[in-house]
């Protein structure tokens, strides 16, 4: 620290670090910040490029001891901006500019540190494994279970024309999308031994349920995006109120119809409930 702070330049009461040779490039490479003292003091304060923070200097007056730490913390902290804050504020304390307006060059240089700092290159996202391209929903003509399968559903649902088809039959589980025309329902009926679920993508629907065939005290009305739980043993019935098409799928725990099932008409599927 003598090698650099020996010699003193005494400029309105502030010292700053002097190059051995006098080559001012020499204040850079030299990793010391000036730091302004005042109250008549004669003892230079140099802040060294280190991650230790030095205690207050003799002589520094109390006052400018929150911009002593500042400086360090800056020095310390920020080392991508360290060689422009020097810069900085070499320029400002030789040209005696006023002191307040080095927290704000401070300000600056930190940051300008943060946007440099957020320009650093990023990895590069691994490359990802390109899927197999899925079925179209136009050619869901067969039952795929009980194999391990994916598809739109909600593409699915709308695109199919059938009344009702079984697009996938597992041991546990199967999947049913059906379209009902106005005026055309899910006839009244029960299933004792498992529970069932649907989901309306489009249209209107009633919606009746009961504990007994004669007794449906459970009445509500659906739409689009709205789903239906039907606990097992409880007798049910959906109505198309709406003008449009009512388009659902449906999800029974387990299978309800045999694998493979097309009913392509409303007619088609009487007397298979």
Same mark, same amino acid.
């Given at each position: 620290m003598a090698k650099h702070c020996s010699k003193k330049a005494e400029i309105a009461g502030v010292y700053t670090p002097a190059p051995d040779n006098g080559d001012k490039t020499a204040f850079?490479?030299?990793?010391?910040?000036?730091?302004?003292?005042?109250?008549?003091?004669? +003892? /230079?304060?140099?802040?060294?490029? @280190?991650?230790?923070?030095?205690?207050?200097?003799? !002589?520094?007056?109390?006052?400018?001891? $929150?911009?002593?730490?500042?400086?360090?913390?800056?020095?310390?902290?920020m080392l991508s901006s360290k060689r422009v804050l020097c810069f900085i504020l070499k320029k400002t304390?030789?040209?005696?500019?006023?002191?307040?307006? +080095? /927290?704000?060059?401070?300000?600056? @240089?930190?940051?300008?540190?943060?946007?440099?700092? !957020?320009?650093?290159?990023?990895?590069? $996202?691994?490359n990802e494994v390109e899927a197999e391209p899925?079925?179209?929903?136009?050619?869901?003509?067969?039952?795929?279970?009980?194999?391990?399968?994916?598809l739109d559903i909600e593409a699915a649902t709308l695109a199919n024309p059938h009344y009702r088809i079984a697009v996938w039959t597992g041991p546990y589980m199967q999947m049913v999308l059906m379209t009902l025309q106005p005026g055309e329902s899910i006839d009244l009926e029960v299933h004792e031994d498992h529970d069932q679920f649907i989901?309306?993508?489009?249209?209107?629907a009633r919606v009746l349920m009961g504990q007994t065939a004669d007794e449906l005290d459970f009445d509500a009305h659906v739409e689009g995006d709205w789903a239906i739980m039907i606990p097992a043993g409880y007798w049910h019935e959906i109505r198309n109120t709406g003008v449009n098409e009512l388009k659902l799928y449906t999800l029974y725990a387990p299978s309800e119809h045999p694998a493979g099932t097309l009913h392509e008409t409303y007619e088609d599927a009487a007397g298979h409930y």
């Open positions: 850079l490479s030299s990793g010391m910040l000036p730091v302004p003292v005042f109250m008549g003091t004669n +003892i /230079p304060v140099c802040c060294p490029s @280190s991650t230790t923070s030095p205690a207050r200097p003799p !002589g520094l007056h109390k006052k400018f001891q $929150p911009m002593f730490e500042v400086l360090n913390i800056l020095s310390n902290l304390v030789m040209k005696k500019v006023p002191f307040i307006r +080095i /927290p704000l060059l401070a300000a600056a @240089s930190l940051l300008l540190a943060l946007i440099v700092s !957020g320009c650093e290159p990023r990895p590069e $996202p691994a899925v079925r179209m929903v136009e050619a869901l003509d067969e039952d795929m279970g009980p194999n391990p399968w994916v989901r309306i993508e489009q249209g209107q």
